[in-house]
């Protein structure tokens, strides 16, 4: 079992940066690939980044790379995703979450364990 706590949204203007933080607790941290997915209202859970569980590959959503970047803390058992330009198209619940698996997945079902989500708002 992993609980993962996210933390560090918030409302911010557009251009602007958050940093979001994911804790974990339970199983050993680096033995998941760690990704990061989005909702906005009315829309399906989305992929928008992943990385890898030692040597830190990446994986980004098209729309946000080159402005968003994950890395990962193994020591303190924790995830981040640094975003930067911020679009109003941004805004969304942010969750984190851990796929026990071998290679990096963009798809949902591929991770057992989410955290509760921390809302992104960016304001026009």
């Known amino acids: 079992q992993v609980l993962l706590v996210e933390s560090g949204g918030g409302l911010v203007q557009a251009g602007g940066s958050l940093r979001l933080s994911c804790a974990a607790s339970?199983?050993?941290?680096?033995?998941?690939?760690m990704g990061w997915f989005r909702q906005a209202p009315g829309k399906e859970r989305e992929f928008v980044a992943a990385i890898s569980r030692i040597r830190g590959n990446t994986y980004y959503k098209d729309s946000v790379k080159g402005r968003f970047t994950i890395s990962r803390d193994n020591a303190k058992n924790t995830v981040y995703l640094q975003m930067n330009s911020l679009k109003p198209e941004d805004t969304a619940v942010y969750y984190c979450?851990?796929?026990?698996?071998?290679?990096?997945?963009?798809?949902?079902?591929?991770?057992?364990?989410w955290g509760q989500g921390t809302q992104v708002s960016v304001s026009s």
């Open positions: 979450a851990a796929d026990p698996g071998e290679m990096i997945s963009s798809q949902r079902s591929d991770y057992n364990y």
């Open positions: 339970g199983r050993i941290f680096s033995s998941f690939i």
